[in-house]
């Protein structure tokens, strides 16, 4: 029997009140229309996207199956099930990209191991975004995922990633923006290395700085509570 | 006066041959529609992909200029002062994002020192393509570009990423595929750890394939010459 593909869609990763529709390559429209099994992050969201994406989603007609840190084993199978049948499946995070800094690794991983085709397709991710738009180094980086929670270990983190050369890139849950970027600041030496902030990417209060620490140690920066990517070279 | 706004394009992946506008989100064309000024890596191949955007695009009104390893400074000033006069300016590279692991961080770099905007646009990245699809680690991951050319240097290269935890990603030239990865079989244990081939990513020869090093131990495997992403876990 043919199996199905699963599909690793990218979602809109600003706001979901600016949701527009240019932002997205045709065949990701068409793609999803296909489908009527989703493994998703948040069944709520997925479900008002796919209405954004097509008004006349048949939602009823759906099946959404939760993946996240609480899955269960058993639900994945139920997934590689449905795959193995032949019926194709798509999995979305929350925003961006599933399987990055998200859930849908452990998906993919369960289905490289039955044989069966994984398919992304293109859309935003913030890491990539943010490191073209930063003029930072881009032969060379390396992603952190988040920095530790604990001011004394975040600031070790910090020194340790410094020791190493290229691009660090790391992410923080937009209400402690302010507090890993006075970290890096307090806790960098005052030279020409540099920091790029990135924030609310893609949304209309976009923006993207990069400067040098020793120019960032002048000026007390107030960040705002939007999805942040930071980037230290 | 009101600077102009670096872009940042994304141009497909896959083989010219198989041009789909149905990828290119629709917020793309319409950004490119409205430059006449482009930093490219290549003339003869960024007008082709202008027109097939664009059947009508006016190639004979748009300045190109060109950046690579060989762009002297005097050039990138031109492209920067087109900026400041409050013209756009958009950057493209052969495939894919332009900055990495391609040109245009330098400009971007510039543009930064000169407080202009650097807009990143939505688009293919073979790196965060084939991350999502690999099953691997997603939460921390490395890109280390190209490996080294000569193979005592690689696979001294290779021995020393296995000792270090996450995904590690690096890029070759098709025609070094087969010495790649037949050096990675051959000098990595055979163990559980995993290794993703993901080629011609978006093209119609799509593979992603994630196995153990124990399994691809046991079969010779044949890549074919098509541009490719290695995951190591």
Known sequence: ???????????????????NSKFIPPYLT????????????????????????NPNFNIDQTTFHIIDKRTED??????????T????????????CPGIADPGQKLCKLAHDKNIITKPLIG??????????????GQRFKFHG???????????????IRQNTGAHIFIETPYRNQKVYDD???????????LCVASDLTGINESISTKKISELKQDKITLKKYPTIFILE
């Open 74 to 83: 058993s639900e994945y199978s139920n997934i590689i099930n449905s795959l």
């Open 124 to 137: 935003p991710s913030s890491i990539i975004l943010a490191l073209m738009a930063s003029g930072l180094n």
């Open 1 to 19: 029997m043919k199996k199905g593909k699963l599909y690793l869609i990218p979602v809109p990763i600003h706001s979901e009140d600016e949701f």
């Open 184 to 194: 890096l600041v307090q806790n960098l030496k005052p030279d020409d290395r540099k």
């Open 85 to 96: 049948k032949g019926y194709d499946v798509g999995v979305m995070s929350e925003s961006g």
């Open 146 to 160: 988040y920095l530790p929670i604990e001011k004394e270990n975040r600031i070790k983190e910090i020194k340790k």
């Open 30 to 53: 068409e793609t999803i229309n296909k489908l009527n099994i989703f493994a998703v992050e948040n069944i709520r969201t997925s479900r008002r996207f796919l209405r954004k994406i």
